[in-house]
C-alpha cells in the first residue's frame, strides 16, 4: 500500500516560532508537494520539490521555505509563524512517468497559529 | 495559464440518486490528463477517476463516471447509486503531461449524500 505521511495531525504554534511540517513518502517518487487548503479557496501549491535538493516556488511560496535533502522526506519551514499561515497543509507526491503522474496525499496537518 | 473551474460549490443528493459534478478547463494544449479526487471529512485527499486525453471512451470506474468533451474542454462526474460514504469534496483537476510537475486544481464541489 503507497504512503505518504505526515508526522502531525494537528500542532498549535505561537507567533513568531519556527514551525516545521515533514513529509515522508514510500513510494521512491520524484515529485513532492506542498499545498495549502482553505475553504473557498481549494488547493494553493506552496512548493514542489522534482529531485533531491531542487524546489520550485508554487503559487503562494511568502513565508514559507522548504528543504529536501532526502528523496522520502519534504520538509516545510515557516520560518517566522503568523495567524494568517494558520491552516490545513497537504502533501502529496508523485511519479512523473506514465500514469504514476497520479498524486498521493498524506493526511493533512492542521496547523494553528495563536 | 490552464485554469479549472468548478461551478458548482455545493451540492446534494438523495441515497441512490444520481447526480452529476461539472468541471470546465481552458488550456491550449492537446497531451493532458484530468482527474476526479475526492476528500472525505477524514480529509485524506484520494482518486476517484481519471481520464487521458487522447483517449476518446469515457472513463469509468465501478459507479462513478465521466463525461469527457474535449472540443467543449468539459470532464464532469457522474455518481450514480449514491452511497453516504460519498459524502466529500471532490476536486476536478488538470495534469499537462508537456509540463510534467504540478496540478492544475479546480475549488472543488461538497457534495452531501442525504439519507
Known amino acids: 500500500d503507497v504512503k505518504v505521511t505526515q508526522s502531525s495531525r494537528y500542532l498549535v504554534k505561537r507567533t513568531g516560532e519556527k514551525v516545521f511540517l515533514e513529509c515522508v513518502q514510500d513510494m521512491d517518487h520524484e515529485n513532492m508537494f506542498w499545498y495549502r487548503q482553505d475553504p473557498g479557496l481549494g488547493l494553493r501549491l506552496i512548493y514542489f520539490?522534482?529531485?533531491?535538493?531542487?524546489?520550485e516556488k508554487g503559487d503562494i511560496p511568502e513565508g514559507y521555505s522548504v528543504s529536501r535533502e532526502k528523496k522520502e522526506r519534504f520538509s516545510l519551514i515557516l520560518e517566522s509563524a503568523s495567524t494568517n499561515q494558520t491552516s490545513m497543509y497537504l502533501c502529496?507526491?508523485?511519479?512523473?512517468?506514465?500514469?504514476?503522474?497520479?498524486?498521493?496525499f498524506g493526511q493533512g496537518t492542521r496547523l494553528t497559529v495563536v | 495559464a490552464q485554469t479549472v473551474t468548478q461551478s458548482q460549490p455545493e451540492m446534494s443528493v438523495q441515497e441512490a440518486e444520481t447526480v452529476t459534478l461539472s468541471c470546465t478547463y481552458d488550456?491550449?494544449?492537446?497531451?493532458?490528463?484530468l482527474f476526479w479526487y475526492k476528500q472525505p471529512p477524514s480529509r485524506q485527499m484520494i482518486l476517484v477517476i481519471r481520464?487521458?486525453?487522447?483517449k476518446q471512451q469515457n472513463a469509468t470506474e465501478n459507479r462513478f463516471s465521466v463525461n469527457f468533451q474535449k472540443a467543449a474542454k468539459s470532464f464532469s462526474l457522474k455518481i450514480s447509486d449514491s452511497q453516504l460514504g460519498d459524502t466529500a469534496m471532490y476536486f476536478c483537476?488538470?495534469?499537462?503531461?508537456?509540463?510534467?510537475?504540478?496540478?492544475?486544481w479546480g475549488l472543488g464541489t461538497s457534495l452531501a449524500v442525504n439519507p
Open positions: 483537476a488538470f495534469f499537462n503531461a508537456g509540463n510534467n510537475r504540478k496540478l492544475i
Open positions: 520539490s522534482y529531485d533531491v535538493k531542487m524546489k
Open positions: 488550456t491550449s494544449e492537446n497531451n493532458y490528463y
Open positions: 481520464q487521458e486525453a487522447y
Open positions: 502529496a507526491s508523485s511519479s512523473p512517468q506514465g500514469w504514476g503522474t497520479e498524486a498521493f
